[in-house]
C-alpha cells in the first residue's frame, strides 16, 4: 500500500481506545483513503480512561476532523457528545464522532456495521429467531440491530444471568429473553434459530463454545462471531464443518469502519480490498 505523503492540507482522524497498539483501524482506513483518494491520515490515539475527557475535549482544539472510540470510551462518548445519532442514542454507546463547528456528533456504525456483514451473505437474516451470545458492551450495537432487523425473538444468552437481565431491561421494547449460558438452556431454544451470534470475547484464545450444540440448528442458520483475531474461531470451523452460513468479526469491523469513513469523507469505500489487507495482517 502506497502512503501518501502528509501534508499542511492532510485531514486527521483517529481511534482513542486503550489498549489500542493492537487495533486494526488505522490499517483498514489508510486503505479506505488510498482507494478513495482522500487526503487523509488516521492515527491510534492511546487514551487512558482518566483522560479520555481532556483528550476528547481537545480533539477539535487540535483540528481533529473525526474519531472512532472504542474500549473502553464508548460510554463516555455517549455522554459527552453534543448531538447523538438515534442508534448512539438508543445503543447508548457511540463508537464514532464527526467533529464539526458547532460540536461534537456521536455516532454508533457498530449497528449498520452488522447488518452489512449479514447482508453479505445474501441470506435473509431479517425477522428470524436469534440467539445472542454475551451480554457485555458489544452485545448493545448487535441487539439494537437484530432489533432493527425485526428479530422475532432474541434469546440473549449470558454466563452471568443478571447482566442479560439488565440488557433486556435497557431494550425492553425489544421481544429479549434472557437466559443463562448452560447446555440445558441453549437445547431447549436451539431448534427454531435462525442466527447465532457470539458477542462475548470466547473465541480470542482458541476457547470453543461447549455449551451450544450446532447439530441442533436449522440447517438455513446463519452463525456468526465478532471475534476477528483469530478469524477463523473455533466456533465458526464447527459452523463450517456442519456445512452452514459462517460471518466473521472481520466483516462487521470493516462495515463499520466503511460507515464511519463514509460519515467523515462523504465517499463510500469498498470493503473487499480492505478486508484482504486485513487478513493478510492478521495471518
Ligand atoms: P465487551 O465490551 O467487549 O463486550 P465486556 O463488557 O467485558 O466486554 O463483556 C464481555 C462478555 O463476554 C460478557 O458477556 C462476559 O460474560 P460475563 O458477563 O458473565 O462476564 C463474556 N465472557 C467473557 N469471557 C467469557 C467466558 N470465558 N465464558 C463465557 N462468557 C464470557
Given at each position: 500500500?502506497q502512503?501518501?505523503?502528509?501534508?499542511g492540507?492532510?485531514?486527521?482522524?483517529?481511534?482513542?481506545?486503550?489498549?489500542?497498539?493492537?487495533?486494526?483501524?488505522?490499517?483498514?482506513h489508510?486503505?479506505?483513503a488510498?482507494?478513495?483518494?482522500v487526503?487523509?491520515a488516521?492515527?491510534?490515539?492511546?487514551?487512558?480512561?482518566?483522560?479520555?475527557?481532556?483528550?476528547?475535549k481537545?480533539?477539535?482544539?487540535?483540528?481533529?476532523?473525526?474519531?472512532?472510540?472504542?474500549?473502553?470510551?464508548?460510554?463516555?462518548a455517549?455522554?459527552?457528545?453534543d448531538?447523538l445519532?438515534?442508534?448512539?442514542?438508543?445503543?447508548?454507546?457511540?463508537?464514532?464522532?464527526?467533529?464539526r463547528?458547532?460540536?461534537?456528533?456521536?455516532h454508533?456504525?457498530?449497528?449498520?456495521?452488522?447488518?452489512?456483514a449479514?447482508?453479505?451473505?445474501g441470506?435473509?437474516w431479517?425477522?428470524?429467531?436469534?440467539?445472542v451470545?454475551?451480554?457485555?458492551?458489544?452485545a448493545?450495537?448487535?441487539?439494537?440491530?437484530?432489533?432493527?432487523?425485526?428479530?422475532?425473538?432474541?434469546?440473549?444468552?449470558?454466563?452471568?444471568?443478571?447482566?442479560?437481565?439488565?440488557?433486556?431491561?435497557?431494550?425492553?421494547?425489544?421481544?429479549?429473553?434472557?437466559?443463562?449460558?448452560?447446555r440445558a438452556?441453549?437445547?431447549a431454544?436451539?431448534?427454531?434459530?435462525?442466527l447465532?451470534?457470539?458477542?462475548?470475547?470466547?473465541g480470542?484464545?482458541?476457547?470453543?463454545?461447549?455449551?451450544?450444540?450446532?447439530?441442533?440448528?436449522?440447517?438455513?442458520?446463519?452463525?456468526?462471531?465478532?471475534?476477528?483475531?483469530?478469524?477463523?474461531t473455533?466456533?465458526?470451523?464447527?459452523?463450517?464443518?456442519?456445512?452452514l452460513?459462517?460471518?466473521?468479526?472481520?466483516?462487521?469491523?470493516?462495515h463499520?469502519?466503511?460507515e464511519?469513513?463514509?460519515?467523515?469523507?462523504?465517499?463510500?469505500?469498498?470493503?473487499?480490498?480492505?478486508?484482504?489487507?486485513?487478513?493478510?495482517?492478521?495471518?
Open positions: 500500500m502512503r501518501r505523503p502528509i501534508t492540507r492532510t485531514a486527521v482522524y483517529g481511534i482513542l481506545g486503550h489498549p489500542v497498539e493492537h487495533s486494526l483501524s488505522p490499517l483498514m489508510a486503505s479506505f488510498e482507494q478513495t483518494g487526503d487523509m488516521y492515527v491510534p490515539f492511546p487514551v487512558a480512561g482518566a483522560d479520555f475527557a481532556a483528550a476528547f481537545g480533539l477539535r482544539a487540535l483540528g481533529v476532523r473525526g474519531a472512532n472510540v472504542t474500549v473502553p470510551h464508548k460510554e463516555r455517549h455522554e459527552m457528545a448531538a445519532s438515534l442508534e448512539a442514542r438508543e445503543i447508548g454507546a457511540v463508537n464514532t464522532l464527526q467533529i463547528p458547532e460540536g461534537v456528533y456521536g454508533n456504525t457498530d449497528a449498520a456495521g452488522f447488518m452489512a449479514l447482508d453479505d451473505t441470506l435473509d431479517r425477522g428470524r429467531r436469534a440467539l451470545i454475551g451480554a457485555g458492551g458489544a448493545r450495537a448487535i441487539l439494537w440491530a437484530l432489533g432493527a432487523g425485526g428479530a422475532e425473538r432474541i434469546h440473549l444468552a449470558n454466563r452471568t444471568l443478571a447482566r442479560a437481565q439488565e440488557l433486556a431491561r435497557h431494550f425492553a421494547k425489544l421481544p429479549i429473553q434472557p437466559i443463562a449460558l448452560e438452556s441453549l437445547d431454544i436451539l431448534p427454531g434459530i435462525g447465532v451470534v457470539n458477542t462475548s470475547s470466547r480470542l484464545h482458541g476457547e470453543d463454545h461447549p455449551e451450544l450444540d450446532l447439530d441442533k440448528v436449522d440447517s438455513s442458520g446463519i452463525i456468526c462471531d465478532i471475534v476477528y483475531n483469530p478469524i477463523d473455533p466456533l465458526l470451523l464447527a459452523a463450517q464443518s456442519k456445512g452460513c459462517t460471518v466473521d468479526g472481520l466483516g462487521m469491523l470493516l463499520q469502519g466503511a464511519s469513513f463514509r460519515l467523515w469523507t462523504g465517499q463510500q469505500p469498498s470493503v473487499a480490498g480492505a478486508r484482504e489487507i486485513l487478513r493478510q495482517w492478521l495471518a
